[in-house]
């Protein structure tokens, strides 16, 4: 059957340092990426591919969660919210209700991927065992990236989370199917998308842009840079095989290979 459509729905911009799109590559200079999410209509259901930023821990991070997250101060400083809208608006510009989503797939769970987890309660959450359970307990730098307030809700009885380990085919017609990219955290994984029109490979945070794809400079606070560069790698032999397009997640110009909703990919 296949997806029908697949739209890109972004949710804020973030200026960063352009070190840290491509290891160690113009220190200083900005780097504006955008933090997107992607909705697919397939016949048997619809799906969220990560849930954006949560406006509500942008208003107020001390008080986000159960723990606060008031070391984000700093790092709001650099985030537009303004071009973008919430995961909930870009779906009812498009005609859905939070409850129409069936399934959520989430690469990893830091900030700017899961923020808006507890709006889609309805929803099955598909998301790597072995990310799972580092979220609560991360190491070294990575500790910025989680915040408790995104994945929390996760631990809640009425949610349904699916923690799976290795590929996994949502629909059992290989039409949508996550596959393990570890590195950029331990349970990273990336979404292959059949369309009628052509095959994508939603990379995610693979490499933070495409110059850090092609020469395989990842960010140097990924959680493993030997698995960072096995798993972009592993993206282009699967995009080789199946003749995908690959869309690395917060590079503005790879985003353009994907239309402006209400417009989408068939």
Not at 76 to 91: I, R
Not at 196 to 202: G, W
Not at 248 to 254: K, L, R, T
Request: include cysteine; charge should be negative; proline fraction near 7%.
């Amino acid at each position: 059957m296949g997806v029908h459509r697949l739209y890109r729905l972004n949710t804020a911009e973030w200026t960063f340092d352009h070190s840290m799109a491509v290891q160690l590559e113009k220190p200083g200079d900005p780097y504006t990426g955008w933090c997107p999410c992607y909705l697919l209509e397939h016949p048997e259901g619809l799906v969220l591919f990560d849930t954006g930023i949560s406006r509500e821990m942008a208003a107020d991070p001390a008080e986000y969660g159960p723990s606060g997250a008031a070391h984000m101060t700093a790092f709001l400083e650099t985030l537009d919210l303004a071009v973008g809208q919430s995961p909930t608006d870009h779906l009812a510009a498009l005609g859905y209700e939070p409850e129409d989503v069936d399934y959520v797939v989430l690469s990893h769970l830091h900030v700017d991927h899961a923020g808006n987890v507890d709006a889609f309660p309805d929803a099955e959450v598909i998301v790597q065992k072995s990310e799972l359970r580092y979220a609560f307990w991360p190491d070294g730098v990575q500790r910025l990236f989680y915040l408790e307030g995104d994945f929390s809700p996760l631990r809640d009885e009425s949610m349904d989370v699916t923690a799976i380990t290795g590929e996994y085919d949502l629909f059992g017609d290989g039409s949508v199917v996550a596959f393990p990219t570890p590195g950029h955290t331990p349970g990273h994984q990336s979404l292959a998308v059949e369309l009628e029109s052509k095959t994508v490979v939603l990379a995610a945070d693979v490499a933070n842009s495409r110059e850090g794809y092609e020469r395989e400079r990842v960010p140097s606070f990924v959680w493993s840079l030997e698995d960072s560069l096995e798993s972009i790698q592993r993206v282009r032999s699967r995009a080789r095989k199946t003749d995908a397009t690959v869309v690395v997640h917060h590079d503005p110009d790879e985003q353009t290979k994907l239309p402006d909703p209400p417009a989408a990919l068939e």
